[in-house]
Each structure stands twice: as structure tokens, then as C-alpha cells.
């Protein structure tokens, strides 16, 4: 996985057998859950719970809630990354949708992500607007090559900021703004010339 960002924290890196790597992302896929409430409501004993897995092994991963956001926030960015590859511009309306659902859940767990830059594992003197920047430049260049167009990928960018809001205002559930997002893509991805 790339670093992204020489201000993050170092982390271990992740494991390589088979059956250690199911476990570890099976933690980070859970604790997404949880991080898209705030990085307090990411307990290690129910993220373990959860991912079925003995809470030794996930200390033995993630010695801290901040430390495990911090992991599954360089995962989200890995994956972000790799959906602004070269290769990524020649995929169809289903990578679009790919990438910006990417998107959607890492601004959803922003709050969290900034709460764990801000504790002791982080640089005090950094300014993590530079890094969040950045981020949405990345964000914007892998909606730019999933679509091949620059004005979509910033409608489809600012419309994935609206829905993040009404999820956080529960004005809508989670579902029904990955559904309305889904739908963005595919409105977007039409060929004009067939309309």
C-alpha cells in the first residue's frame, strides 16, 4: 500500500499470510462501521466482537481505536489511490460508481479520522487541512479518470459533500444516500450524444 502522506503516523505494516490478512481486513471493514459515528464510539472489544475475532488479535494489529482508524483510513486512501491509476480511466460507469462510494464513506468518517490525527500519535504542529486537501485532490483526480470528464467529477464530488451532510443530519439513512449516489453515476456516465 502507497504511503499517502508523509505527516501520518508510521503503522506496522499488514499482515501477509492469507488467513491473517482475512482477519485484519474483516477488523477494518467493522470498524468502518463504527468510525463513521466518531472516533469514541470505535471500542476495540466491539469491533472485535463484531469482526469475530479474538481481542488479542486485534490488539495485536491495532494497539489503540486511534491507531485502527488511522489503518483503515490509509486502506480507504490505498483503494483511492489505485482508482486514480492510469489503467482506472479505461473502466466503465460501475468503477465510477466504485471510486466515488470510495469517497463517500472516507468523508463520512472524516470527524473521526481528524480526531485521531489530533491525539498523540500526531505531529502537533501540523496542519491537517494541508493533508484533507489533498485528499480531495486525489479524490477528485480518481472521479476524473473513472469518468474522463472534469465538470462530472465535480458535480459528482459536490454531490457526494450534500449527501454526506443529510446522512450526518439523518435526513437520510445510509442505504438510501448510496443509492441516490449510485444513481448520480449512472445519470452522469450517459453518453450525451445518445440523449
Known amino acids: 500500500m ?3 502522506h508523509s505527516d501520518l503516523p508510521p503503522m506496522a505494516p499488514p499482515p501477509t499470510l492469507p488467513r491473517q490478512r ?3 481486513v474483516r ?5 468502518a462501521g463504527f468510525a463513521r459515528k466518531g472516533l469514541d464510539s470505535v471500542v476495540l472489544s466491539e469491533v472485535a466482537a463484531k469482526a469475530d475475532v479474538p481481542l488479542g488479535t ?12 488511522l489503518a483503515l483510513y490509509r486502506k480507504q486512501l490505498g483503494e483511492l489511490l489505485a482508482g486514480s491509476s492510469p489503467e482506472a480511466g479505461k473502466v466503465v460507469a460501475q468503477a465510477l460508481a466504485g471510486v466515488v462510494m470510495e469517497i463517500f464513506h472516507m468523508r463520512l ?9 489530533n491525539r498523540a500519535v500526531y505531529v502537533k504542529d501540523t496542519d491537517t487541512t494541508r493533508l484533507l486537501r ?19 467529477a ?12 443529510a446522512v450526518r443530519c439523518r435526513r437520510l439513512s445510509l442505504f438510501e444516500a448510496e ?17
Open 22 to 24: 482475512l482477519r485484519y
Open 109 to 117: 468518517m472524516q470527524p473521526a479520522v481528524e480526531q485521531a490525527l
Open 179 to 195: 443509492e441516490d449516489l449510485k444513481k448520480a453515476c449512472s445519470l452522469l456516465q450517459r453518453d450525451p450524444q445518445a440523449a
Open 134 to 152: 489533498e485528499i480531495d485532490a486525489t479524490a477528485e483526480k480518481a472521479v476524473t479518470a473513472a469518468c474522463g470528464d472534469a465538470a462530472v
Open 58 to 69: 486485534l490488539y495485536r494489529y491495532f494497539p489503540s481505536s486511534t491507531q485502527l482508524v
Open 2 to 4: 502507497p504511503d499517502f
Open 27 to 31: 477488523i477494518l471493514d467493522v470498524a
Open 154 to 165: 465535480r458535480v459528482l464530488l459536490l454531490t457526494v459533500t450534500g449527501l454526506v451532510q
